[in-house]
């Protein structure tokens, strides 16, 4: 038997995984266990629950895996301040001193932690083309991975074959996709590596108004999707800032304030990178099936969490067959540095599964009903039990009359989306859930689009594509059958688009009729597979509102004490942990922290 730990730390996302021969046992963000968004520290917390998980002590890890090659970036921060010179001079110290007992002895912080295991270093987009391909159902794949940057390269194009995974191609630094898009998402006023799913979000209020611009002078694209920056507009090889006042005028003026209001020139923006991104996405698509003639495709890296891009992808045809790593970022890497060291090490075949090897990304912790009795009871909280023969109609009742529900079970997930067990949920038939959940519950900015869980089998009646989307990765359109006409609002701009209902889900439906997309099966999540079947059993609708168990600027919750406090804290109406119900109105309002947005840095 071989215990493989992966690890990925010291930039952003840090997480551990472990394998039981080339079997995902757990996996887990050290920011779920700190409670600090984007944690970047050594996950030693996740560590430890993956090895509870697996039922072993460090000692019994015979591998691990580190996501990429510290030396290598160290060469590369090097190298790109001797090309700066004199510019960047605080940067570059800042980047040497996380060096010191950090990245620069990451080697001997494993080694002390796991001294009779086998260290393995694998490179960065390595790590990424791995996460992607060795869980995936495909035994033959082309493999793309985008990102900002790992050591040097930006962008790589991979096969695998069996157990083999070779890179054919990469990009490098600093001609990089995702740094692009974090220029834009800075420029937007958010925040680079944790606010690029809003500058999406944002772009169906816009126009693409600056997409030709952005062709013209930031970037030279070839037919095979390579790229390169015109660096005189740029700033983040020697700055901290993305972009430079060159950068600003091109576009007329300065950028967005954080937290000041959006204009149309950010939704113009936002929608304008977006199709550039789109656009540069099918090229280098279609140069991996060149080079590869799979059938096939698998995406990791940070861009691969653009599921508008992915969905357009998926439309294109350039492939048959894809599948999308769900924890894509960081985080992934840890998964994938555990498979490269497993593999490295043993000659067994790797056999692929029909689905995925993932386990429906349900690879963090879970608590039984005995620890949440005991927490209600400790704690003197007021609930109800029932049954599995009562549970899930009650809860779909409770969520019909238009509450909002804390939703809390089995094990927590692997990556960004909440996929139905740290879930907060909602009626998607209602016209003011969106703005409800969004202002009162999440306390995050209100042009920001919610997702729709649908039953697997129902998907095709409501959207437009038919391939399963398990992940939430993928952007269809709401079928026209169930629009609404909007013939009073066509005048509206932006954010106003809002207040128009634009079908028979509108709590699901972006301005330009697309949603981001859960096919929920039976298989991979049976408990909220038959809540949104006893919802379509009283509603005639098979879908569920799906969010993240968190407010803005906190991680999804991971523990009960998490979701206890979390829904004591916002507007929801109800909390389902298990199969006990805890109701808003009969909680005791005098235990709350009303000071507790302190605690969270904003997103």
């Not at 996996?27 to 996950?43: L, Y």
């Not at 500058?199 to 970037?219: H, N, R, S, T, W």
């Not at 960004?416 to 016209?431: E, K, Q, T, V, Y």
């Not at 439906?509 to 697309?514: G, K, L, N």
Request: negative net charge.
């Amino acid at each position: 038997m071989t215990y493989t730990l992966g690890l990925s730390a010291y930039y952003h996302d840090s997480a551990a995984c472990i394998l039981k021969n080339s079997e995902i046992v757990a996996a887990a963000q050290e920011e779920r266990f700190t409670r600090i968004k984007h944690d970047a520290g050594f996950p030693l917390e996740a560590i430890r629950y993956c090895c509870q998980e697996a039922g072993i002590t460090f000692s019994d890890i015979n591998l691990v895996g580190y996501y990429e090659i510290p030396k290598l970036k160290l060469d590369r921060l090097t190298k790109t301040f001797e090309h700066y010179v004199p510019l960047g001079f605080d940067a570059f110290s800042n980047a040497i001193s996380k060096w010191v007992g950090g990245k620069g002895d990451v080697r001997n912080e494993i080694r002390n932690l796991f001294p009779n295991a086998s260290i393995h270093f694998n490179e960065h987009h390595q790590s990424h083309a791995m996460s992607a391909y060795y869980p995936s159902p495909f035994d033959d794949s082309a493999i793309l991975t985008i990102d900002g940057v790992g050591e040097w390269a930006t962008t790589t194009v991979s096969h695998g074959i069996g157990n083999e995974l070779n890179i054919l191609k990469e990009l490098h630094f600093p001609h990089s996709l995702g740094l692009l898009y974090s220029a834009f998402t800075a420029f937007t006023g958010f925040r680079v590596n944790s606010g690029e799913y809003k500058v999406m979000g944002l772009a169906p209020y816009g126009e693409a108004k600056y997409a030709q611009k952005i062709f013209d002078e930031l970037i030279d694209i070839k037919e095979d999707g390579s790229l390169r920056l015109n660096m005189q507009y740029f700033s983040f090889p020697y700055c901290t800032e993305m972009t430079n006042d060159k950068f600003a005028n091109l576009f007329g003026g300065p950028g967005r304030q954080a937290e000041s209001d959006l204009t149309q020139r950010e939704m113009d923006l936002a929608r304008s990178v977006q199709v550039v991104v789109e656009e540069v996405v099918q090229r280098m698509a279609g140069h991996a099936f060149e080079i590869t003639k799979s059938q096939n495709l698998c995406l990791a890296g940070g861009v691969a969490l653009n599921c508008v891009s992915n969905g357009k992808l998926l439309k294109s045809k350039i492939f048959k067959n894809i599948w999308i790593q769900p924890a894509s970022g960081d985080a992934g890497g840890a998964l994938g540095a555990a498979f490269g060291a497993y593999f490295k090490n043993n000659q067994r075949k790797r056999s692929a599964e029909k689905n995925d090897s993932m386990k429906g990304s349900f690879l963090g912790p879970k608590f039984s009903a005995r620890e949440i009795s005991e927490f209600l009871r400790v704690r003197s909280i007021k609930h109800i039990h029932l049954d599995d023969s009562n549970l899930f109609s009650k809860v779909a009742e409770i969520i019909s009359a238009e509450n909002v529900v804390g939703w809390f079970q089995g094990r927590m997930e692997f990556g960004p989306r909440a996929l139905g067990n740290r879930s907060i949920l909602g009626d998607p038939r209602s016209c003011r859930m969106q703005e409800v959940m969004n202002l009162k519950i999440k306390y995050r900015e209100s042009f920001r689009p919610f997702a729709p869980a649908v039953l697997a089998h129902k998907q095709a009646e409501w959207f437009d594509f038919d391939s399963e989307s398990p992940y939430m990765l993928l952007v269809g359109d709401i079928l026209k059958k169930h629009h609404i006409d909007v013939a009073s609002g066509k005048d509206l701009f932006g954010i106003e688009k809002l207040k128009v209902p634009r079908s028979s889900i509108p709590a699901v439906t972006h301005v330009d009729y697309s949603a981001r997309v859960q096919s929920v099966d039976e298989k991979r999540n049976p408990l909220f597979y038959k809540l949104i079947s006893e919802f379509e059993n009283l509603t005639g609708v098979p879908i569920l509102i799906n969010t993240s168990f968190n407010v803005r600027g906190e991680p999804p919750v991971c523990s009960i004490e998490d979701a206890y406090t979390c829904f004591m804290r916002t507007e929801m109406d109800f909390l389902v942990m298990g199969n006990f119900i805890l109701d808003k109105k009969e909680m005791n309002m005098e235990d709350v922290d009303h000071d507790w947005r302190k605690e969270f840095t904003l997103d």
